[in-house]
């Protein structure tokens, strides 16, 4: 049972470095999202998509980009990245968007990342 | 604007004590609310999920209360045991930072259990 797997587990980055996480799921689910989780912030959504080909901006986008070219992958991409972006990502996917009140979220084990 | 506030941040409990969680939310706006388990350098596992017309959930030891009117949900554990040391995070699914329907996540409660 994989679930939602993310690669890479964990990666440091220098300062205007450029990478892209994934995100795969092999859940057929439509949504998939893409949260930051920092000391005393809670998780805080950056991107969703509500199905293959489409994507749109969460609470802090700024700084990322994303893709879902294929319904089971979602993409994050940092083209620049910056120490403010020392996080961990983690990304989760649904069978509906979260404003179905039966909806449950199933996360990724998460992206450890580090920008000096 | 939708915040969600957990409390204790953190607690430390003897093996075998019941115990509480509290969330608080400040929008009673909110389609579903969801409890989740987190283990250090893990992610998120859903444990309960209460739908905004329900006013509680169970699955074993768990018991999830929630009370919209209110804005507040509780988690009790039964029989706590070390197994159950985690942080706990509250999260409210509610129109909000732009999107329809997100998870609004709160800080969690890390939990402690002692032999």
């Known amino acids: 049972n994989a679930g939602v797997t993310q690669t890479p587990k964990f990666r440091v980055l220098k300062t205007g470095q450029s990478m892209t996480l994934l995100c795969a799921q092999d859940?057929?689910?439509?949504?998939m999202y893409w949260y930051r989780q920092d000391p005393g912030m809670g998780l805080r959504l950056i991107h969703y998509?509500?199905?293959?080909?489409?994507?749109a901006k969460g609470e802090v986008p700024d700084g990322y980009n994303v893709s879902r070219l294929k319904k089971q992958n979602f993409l994050l991409g940092l083209e620049s990245a910056a120490p403010s972006q020392t996080s961990v990502y983690f990304c989760?996917?649904?069978?509906?968007?979260?404003?179905?009140?039966?909806?449950?979220?199933?996360f990724g084990q998460g992206t450890r990342l580090t920008v000096v | 604007k939708q915040e969600v506030t957990q409390i204790p941040a953190a607690l430390s409990v003897p093996e075998g004590e019941n115990l509480v969680l509290n969330c608080s939310f400040t929008?009673?706006?909110?389609?579903?609310l969801q409890w989740f388990r987190q283990d250090p350098g893990k992610g998120l596992t859903s444990l309960l999920l209460?739908?905004?017309?329900?006013r509680e959930q169970t699955s074993g030891r768990l018991n999830a209360s929630l009370d919209k009117s209110s804005g507040r949900s509780t988690l009790y554990i039964a029989a706590s045991q070390p197994g159950d040391s985690a942080t706990y995070l509250c999260?409210?699914?509610?129109?909000?930072?732009?999107?329809?329907?997100?998870?609004?996540f709160g800080k969690g409660t890390k939990l402690s259990v002692k032999p």
């Open positions: 209460i739908q905004s017309s329900q």
């Open positions: 929008d009673s706006a909110i389609y579903n």
């Open positions: 998509s509500v199905g293959e080909g489409t994507t």
């Open positions: 859940m057929n689910h439509e949504y």
């Open positions: 989760a996917s649904s069978y509906s968007i979260f404003n179905s009140v039966n909806t449950e979220a199933f």
């Open positions: 999260a409210v699914s509610a129109n909000y930072g732009g999107s329809q329907g997100n998870l609004i």
